[in-house]
T-cell receptor, first 111, second 113 residues
Framework: DTAVSQTPKYLVTQMGNDKSIKCEQN?????MYWYKQDSKKFLKIMFS???????INETVPNRFSPKSPDKAHLNLHINSLELGDSAVYFC??????????FGQGTRLTVV | DAKTTQPNSMESNEEEPVHLPCNHS???????IHWYRQLPSQGPEYVIH???SNVNNRMASLAIAEDRKSSTLILHRATLRDAAVYYC??????????????FGTGTRLTIIP
């Protein structure tokens, strides 16, 4: 069983489109995150949710809207995609006093 | 977040020990030292963490300086599968729920066959 799974793994789309990336964790963790890894391989946190509540929003454009329907899911919706949004997006989860578990990433390419 | 400093890259021969250093001179008393690694085309994965004492697990050992201003991740016998970017991260234990793992640039470890 995959602990943190993201779909899709690859996403190619045109500028201006709206797309969603889904994330699910089966670890029973309370906290989930979205990270962005750009072309220079720098990993930067975007959002953190704890028990479905937004905890951290790292000055991400309003075009990015996370949604947590329940503790096990944290989806990322992106409106009006721009070329600069091309990156690998990682979902992660963490429980109380545990390490973080990361998904395999979603490579988003905006053309 | 307290900052960590790591060398950009290191090389090691296969089946030899590797010592990956990390400086964290502004560490606070509630900060745990975490190490994660990212294998090519994968998400980061946890390696080890510690507070004050040295730690061992099946993947690696963590040696923490007495003043806690530096630490060293030790891979006892590197294999080709250990080639990855290794991140040293400080995580406060005093603010659960509002924590974030802040990744630096890490050390890119190359293993030479």
């Amino acid at each position: 069983d995959t602990a943190v799974s993201q779909t899709p793994k690859y996403l190619v789309t045109q500028m201006g489109n709206d797309k969603s990336i889904k994330c699910e964790q089966n670890l029973g963790h309370d906290t989930m995150y979205w990270y962005k890894q750009d072309s220079k391989k720098f990993l930067k946190i975007m959002f953190s949710y704890n028990n479905k509540e937004l905890i951290i929003n790292e000055t991400v454009p309003n075009r990015f809207s996370p949604k947590s329907p329940d503790k096990a899911h944290l989806n990322l919706h992106i409106n009006s995609l721009e070329l600069g949004d091309s990156a690998v997006y990682f979902c992660a989860s963490r429980g109380m006093n545990t390490e973080a578990f990361f998904g395999q990433g979603t490579r988003l390419t905006v053309v | 977040d307290a900052k960590t400093t790591q060398p950009n890259s290191m090389e090691s021969n296969e089946e030899e020990p590797v010592h990956l250093p990390c400086n964290h001179s502004t560490i606070s008393g509630t900060d745990y030292i975490h190490w994660y690694r990212q294998l090519p085309s994968q998400g980061p994965e946890y390696v080890i963490h510690g507070l004050t004492s040295n730690v061992n697990n099946r993947m690696a050992s963590l040696a923490i300086a007495e003043d806690r201003k530096s630490s060293t991740l030790i891979l006892h016998r590197a294999t080709l599968r250990d080639a990855a970017v290794y991140y040293c991260i400080l995580r406060s234990s005093s603010n659960f729920g509002n924590e974030k793992l802040t990744f630096g640039t890490g050390t890119r470890l190359t293993i030479i066959p």
